[in-house]
């Protein structure tokens, strides 16, 4: 049984993060957050430690590496993303391995100083990438690989996920905090796009603002159209009024259906990463390479076929 810590255990994904740890038979000791809203760990692990500070949460974490049995062995973080690297490095140098939540970091350099700590520290960091387990999407990689056909697939990528007026006065809504929508909701699907198709050759975005963001990406075994938004304008009229996701990806015109065996990715991923097949810096480098080129690039007119087709809606 190993001993975990959970940063921002009060945000959206930290449950997923405790189930994982309480499904893998591991022990969840402590838990910190500045927010209090943490009543979901009475039904995972109530007895867990919980601050509110950070500087009493790392205090307690110092005295319980003083015994073998108490001493932390795994830090997770859930926290809001301009923190992922402080507290990466803080679990590193609390002598743990370090699970976060994507993205890991906003700049190619940040994760070579999270490389650096590693080496400093000789502990590792762990993403969660869990596209990656999605049987859907693993189907999909063994396709490609297995066709080894000369001409890239044609391949299209659509993410609407509904946000309330709430979203814009929290963290994820300033984008020095979150790093932006396409950053924020759309780095685990450029993770999977490369996963399946290869290397970035393209990188040109068409369209962004504080609500949603459209480009187009060229692998070396696809082209990708994308659209990735927080507004609930966008949804299809197929689907309007009726639910507030809408998510796509086609191939050659056929729908990948992966909305369904979301729920146990995370305890995969947990599982992984204890048996020491987890995703580390350099698997997280490229999807932090393409949504920092995404962050900071100016939109251009697309090229002929290289345009979302929900472009048309934006660019009069």
């Not at 190619?108 to 596209?131: C, F, H, M, S, W």
């Not at 396709?143 to 000369?150: D, G, L």
């Not at 993410?159 to 309330?164: A, K, L, P, Q, V």
């Not at 007119?301 to 345009?307: A, D, L, R, V, W």
């Amino acid at each position: 049984m190993k001993n975990f810590a959970l940063i921002g255990a009060a945000g959206y994904i930290a449950p997923r993060h405790m189930k994982a740890i309480k499904e893998t038979e591991n022990h969840l000791s402590i838990a910190y957050d500045t927010n209090d809203s943490v009543g979901i760990i009475d039904s995972i692990s109530p007895a867990s430690e919980f601050f509110t500070e950070f500087e009493r949460f790392q205090e307690h974490a110092w005295q319980l590496k003083r015994n073998p049995e108490t001493a932390l062995n795994y830090v997770a973080v859930c926290s809001p993303n301009y923190l992922h690297h402080a507290h990466i490095a803080a679990g590193l140098r609390l002598g743990c391995d370090v699970i976060c939540e994507k993205p890991l970091v906003p700049t190619p350099e940040l994760l070579d100083e999270l490389a650096l700590i590693e080496k400093e520290t000789g502990k590792r960091v762990y993403n969660i990438l869990q596209l990656r387990h999605h049987q859907a999407i693993l189907d999909l990689k063994e396709k490609v690989a297995s066709e080894n056909r000369q001409e890239k697939y044609e391949v299209e990528l659509t993410y609407i996920t509904s946000r309330g007026k709430w979203y814009m006065e929290s963290w994820k809504g300033d984008p020095r905090k979150s790093f932006g929508v396409a950053t924020n909701i759309g780095v685990h699907f450029f993770d999977m796009l490369h996963f399946i198709f290869g290397k970035l050759q393209k990188n040109v975005l068409h369209y962004a603002n504080d609500y949603k963001a459209a480009g187009y990406l060229e692998y070396e075994k696809a082209r990708v159209p994308w659209f990735l938004s927080i507004d609930a304008d966008d949804l299809p009229d197929s689907v309007k009024g009726k639910q507030p996701t809408y998510r796509s990806i086609t191939c050659e015109g056929d729908q990948i259906e992966f909305s369904g065996g979301f729920t146990d990715l995370h305890t995969i991923s947990y599982q992984e990463i204890l048996a020491g097949r987890g995703y580390g810096i350099e698997d997280a480098r490229h999807c932090v390479e393409t949504v920092n080129v995404i962050r900071n690039a100016m939109p251009q007119k697309p090229e002929p076929n290289e345009g979302h087709p929900f472009l048309n809606r934006l660019i009069k």
